[in-house]
T-cell receptor, first 114, second 114 residues
Framework: DAGVIQSPRHEVTEMGQEVTLRCKPI?????LFWYRQTMMRGLELLIY????????DSGMPEDRFSAKMPNASFSTLKIQPSEPRDSAVYFC????????????FGPGTRLTVT | AQTVTQSQPEMSVQEAETVTLSCTYD???????LFWYKQPPSRQMILVIR??????QNATENRFSVNFQKAAKSFSLKISDSQLGDTAMYFC???????????FGTGTSLTVIP
């Protein structure tokens, strides 16, 4: 299996622009998680989906952030408009029911907002 | 609320020596999981070892072992025969037994010196 795939690996954008991060979970996994990693706050869960349905988005920082999962093999995290404080590494992870302790992480997207 | 504390921001060890990374946590749960994840410069999050709270026996995975002290809420990671490839950021994490959200510590940066 290719593992969790994220794109792009690096993204540099200007403040105010829209940014879209993409994730393809491992085939057969029915849970998908979006995390953000910063030096100040460490790794934080932003939102997670089960069977393509958002279950808990309490970690989403504000309305500028939105996430979708239109099908079992694709999810997006969108920031609009982006701000410098959104600069971070964003991870996607997936797992399957009954194996929550085995979350497989993607390689992350390093986002820099100037 | 669950909290995970890693009090050692940075550590170093000579190649082939043994090193122990500390982690404490706070929870009112009785059923939970504890983890150590490794994040090398590639940024990938790699599961190193997992411990179920109901198990008294400490988990072991080759050169990696844990010292799980449930009453003290302590979960340290011992790396034996350290190798250069062990150089990475190490995160301690907690997950409730019923649930699927990780709570991560702030990490310990380990450098293995040749």
């Amino acid at each position: 299996d290719a593992g969790v795939i994220q794109s792009p690996r690096h993204e540099v954008t200007e403040m105010g622009q829209e940014v879209t991060l993409r994730c393809k979970p491992i085939s057969g996994h029915d849970y998908l998680f979006w995390y953000r990693q910063t030096m100040m706050r460490g790794l934080e869960l932003l939102i997670y989906f089960n069977n393509n349905v958002p279950i808990d988005d309490s970690g989403m920082p504000e309305d500028r952030f939105s996430a979708k999962m239109p099908n079992a093999s694709f999810s997006t995290l969108k920031i609009q408009p982006s701000e410098p404080r959104d600069s971070a590494v964003y991870f996607c992870a997936s797992t399957r029911t009954g194996f929550f302790y085995e979350q497989y992480f993607g390689p992350g997207t390093r986002l820099t907002v100037t | 609320a669950q909290t995970v504390t890693q009090s050692q921001p940075e550590m170093s060890v000579q190649e082939a020596e043994t090193v122990t990374l500390s982690c404490t946590y706070d929870t009112s749960e009785n059923n939970y999981y504890l983890f150590w994840y490794k994040q090398p410069p590639s940024r990938q999050m790699i599961l190193v070892i997992r411990q179920e709270a109901y198990k008294q026996q400490n988990a072991t995975e080759n050169r990696f072992s844990v010292n799980f002290q449930k009453a003290a809420k302590s979960f340290s990671l011992k790396i034996s025969d350290s190798q250069l490839g062990d150089t990475a950021m190490y995160f301690c994490a907690f997950m409730k037994g019923v649930g699927n959200q990780f709570y991560f510590g702030t990490g310990t940066s380990l450098t293995v010196i040749p």
